[in-house]
């Protein structure tokens, strides 16, 4: 079964999880880069939160990805305003991706997944299993991750 994690990270959180899932899963990643990043700074919520509520499909620096290569894609996201992130929209609207995305994790401050998950869901609708993460930069959250990241883990290891 050959996978890819497919993700996008602003502040590392979403990045810290999917380099463990590559490990555990014997996946390949690929991290997605805007050309015009998002500054982590003040100015994100704003820049960040605009580009969702406008459907903005941001561009994204070169990557080489071919969904002929997988078994199965994996997504992984920050919750953005009640949404996925844009450069995972500019991903799904650039590639055919067959069905193939079996499951996503999602990172959010507040623990609400739901509308994100909803939404990807409705573009892929190959998604079986999920994960709501909590931020990984707050220490607070380790215990609760640690136990949906395992549970997620093992619903996904034998897909
Ligand atoms: C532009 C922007 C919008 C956000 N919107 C939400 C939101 O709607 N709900 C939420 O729970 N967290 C929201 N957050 C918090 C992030 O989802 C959370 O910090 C996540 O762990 C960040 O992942 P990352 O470290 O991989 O970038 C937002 C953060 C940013 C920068």
Known sequence: MKTIIVFYSLEGSTRKVAERLAVELKADLLELKPV??????????????????????????????????????IIGTPVWAGSFTPAIKTFLKDN??????????????????????????????????DANLLDTNNPDNEETNEKRIKNFISRIRYD
């Not at 990043?37 to 994204?60: A, D, R, T």
């Not at 080489?64 to 199965?72: G, K, L, P, Q, W």
């Not at 079996?102 to 509308?115: D, H, M, Q, R, Y």
């Open 36 to 73: 015009k990043p998002v500054k982590n700074n003040g100015s994100k919520f704003m820049h960040g939160g605009g580009q969702v509520m406008f459907g903005i499909c941001p561009k994204l620096e070169d990557y080489t990805f071919s969904v002929s290569d997988y078994d199965r894609v």
């Open 96 to 129: 055919e991706l067959n069905y193939k995305v079996s499951a996503v994790f999602t990172l959010s401050g507040s623990g609400k997944n739901e509308g994100c998950l909803k939404k990807l869901k409705k573009k892929c609708p190959s998604i079986l299993n």
